[in-house]
């Protein structure tokens, strides 16, 4: 079982609460819509709320939040996110959605790493899954990356209880490739598919 803090009171944070606790985990859920958050938590079966800026309950945090606010809230938790595994959902993509917003070289992930505590560590994950194709799959792929391997091990043991399979991808400099990942979905709804009902995995062949 682990603890999980949810940042955020969107449908990726009713997806991964919702499936967090069917899974035997703990959630909090914080935002800084208050209302919302408890909203979102009465509609959950056992989840807790918790306060924007106070130290999160969770041993993982998840960030459920759209690019734009995931590093100024990592900032203003400051050191209250000190030993924490944060997990980065976002995909910093560009208005135009022909590409990411981030500095050339760099991913989302690695800037939010770049203003967590230095004790802090970060893993890129769940960024390539639609919310209701989280909400209502079994057996995906959840692609991740991060520097610290025990980190890791933590998020690919929650995703596990959440009936998916978790993919380590590399170090967090991967978390680009996730991201534009996240960018080729996006391309797929608007050119190929015009619905989101997919997800990307990987196969073995014999």
Do not use: C
Not at 12 to 39: C, F, P, S, W
């Amino acid at each position: 079982m682990n603890s999980i803090s949810i940042i955020g009171s969107g449908n990726m944070a009713r997806a991964l609460a919702t499936r967090a606790l069917a899974g035997g985990n703990t959630v909090e859920i914080i935002g800084r819509d208050q209302a919302k958050a408890k909203e979102l938590a009465a509609t959950l079966d056992g989840a807790t709320v918790g306060t924007i800026g106070v130290a999160p309950a969770g041993d993982i945090v998840i960030l459920a939040v759209l690019w734009d606010g995931a590093v100024p809230v990592v900032k203003e938790y400051g050191d209250a996110l000190r030993g924490k595994v944060i997990v980065d959902i976002t995909n910093p993509v560009a208005p135009d959605l022909q590409g990411l917003v981030t500095p050339e070289g760099s991913s989302g992930a690695q800037e939010i790493a770049k203003a967590a505590p230095a004790d802090a560590h970060v893993v890129k994950a769940f960024n390539t899954l639609f919310s209701h194709v989280l909400a209502a799959g079994n057996g995906l792929d959840v692609f991740i990356a991060g520097d610290d391997a025990q980190a890791k091990a933590q998020v690919s043991a929650f995703i596990e209880s959440l009936g998916m399979r978790a993919l380590d991808t590399g170090k967090l400099p991967l978390a680009r490739a996730l991201e534009n990942a996240g960018l080729l979905e996006i391309g797929l709804v608007a050119n190929s598919f015009n619905h989101t009902n997919f997800s990307l995995g990987a196969n073995t062949l014999s």
